[in-house]
């Protein structure tokens, strides 16, 4: 029965993992280009050493040497990425709110080097530097963009141009990435390249949308109907622990019995 308790404990952490992930989702639910966890999972199967051996039978009466081919399967997560599905614009009106219609980042500057994000809630501080909501300096030309005091009319072309007053005083850095894939989440709502990967960036495919921000690709009712499942999913794996748990019980007591 060990061999049902192993396998039922794997496929309730894996539920547990998968749990941790829908949790998360809906909690950016409202997150401004937030991109949602993807979990999938395969059961792996554990092989004995006899069941790799291909032995002779020399009649159809032979008695086989060995016993037949026995696999245990264990579930495990498979594959475990960031969906960059586009997600829905909705209109602010501000005139530092941008969206990116279509593949794209925008680059900021944080304390841990460039990074990238698809949240285009902007503001100004009182140096007159464009930042973020974290108050990390939006990036353009590889210098953060700063505006002069003064300004009335705020422009964002779709190629990222900055016009105050009809004047060009600036352009967002908005890339686009070889595989997105190979991006990592690095919090507050930023993605960076994983370790030991070079991402190869390019000028973005997509265009800005001024006076409006992305919402997240994440769809509430499908997140909940992923979460009833992994919960009884988990509950399912917990009742097969508790009844090896029984059945083992059970096998010592009538091995321990005299006769």
Not at 196 to 204: F, I, L, M, N
């Amino acid at each position: 029965m060990q061999e049902a308790m192993y396998t039922a404990l794997f496929g309730a952490l894996s539920n547990e993992h998968r749990m941790n992930s829908i949790a998360n989702n809906l909690a950016n639910v409202n997150t401004t280009g937030y991109k949602r966890d993807l979990l999938a999972f395969e059961d792996t199967f554990a092989m004995y050493a006899h069941d790799q051996i291909m032995e002779p039978v020399t009649n159809l009466r032979a008695k086989p040497m060995f016993p037949e081919p026995q696999h245990m399967a264990r579930v495990r997560l498979a594959v475990s990425h960031t969906d960059f599905e586009q997600g829905g614009l909705k209109i602010t009106g501000a005139p530092f709110d941008v969206a990116i219609s279509g593949d794209g980042f925008l680059k900021v500057q944080t304390p841990n080097g460039e990074l990238l994000t698809r949240n285009g809630h902007f503001r100004l501080n009182a140096e007159g530097q464009m930042i973020t909501e974290q108050g990390f300096p939006v990036l353009g030309g590889g210098d953060a963009i700063t505006l002069s005091a003064g300004f009335k009319d705020i422009v964002i072309a779709e190629d990222g141009r900055i016009f105050a007053d009809n004047a060009l005083v600036g352009q967002l850095d908005v890339v686009s990435v070889d595989d997105p894939s190979m991006l990592e989440k690095a919090g507050n709502n930023l993605f960076r390249p994983r370790e030991g990967v070079t991402v190869g960036e390019q000028p973005a495919q997509g265009v800005l949308v001024q006076g409006f921000l992305e919402a997240p690709n994440v769809d509430a009712v499908y997140e909940m109907v992923n979460m009833i499942e992994a919960q009884r999913q988990f509950e399912a794996y917990t009742k097969v622990m508790q009844t090896a748990e029984a059945l083992d019980k059970a096998s010592i007591q009538q091995v321990g019995k005299g006769r």
